[in-house]
């Protein structure tokens, strides 16, 4: 997954999230739990730093995928091995 697919996830995903903690926040009222609406804020601060992290990926020019080496390869597939063998 590319960064800027990553980053979109990340924005739906806290998009989703942030939309019901606003509608709990509507159903509950005044008695809404502080938690909620100090996540509300966070996420909302969040979603900023995404967005400008997303426009910022826009604005620069995309290079093409870089294959990975074999000695990175052969490296990470030892290391997925050796979690297997520690399960």
Do not use: C, F, W
């Amino acid at each position: 997954m590319s960064n800027k697919a990553h980053l979109q996830q990340l924005i739906t995903n806290h998009t989703r999230r942030l939309q019901k903690l606003k509608e709990q926040r509507a159903l509950t009222g005044i008695r809404t739990d502080p938690a909620i609406i100090i996540e509300t804020e966070d996420i909302e601060t969040e979603l900023k730093v995404l967005q400008e992290e997303l426009a910022a990926i826009k604005d620069e020019p995309e290079l093409p995928d870089q294959p990975e080496s074999t000695e990175e390869t052969a490296s990470a597939t030892e290391y997925q091995i050796g979690l297997r063998h520690i399960e």
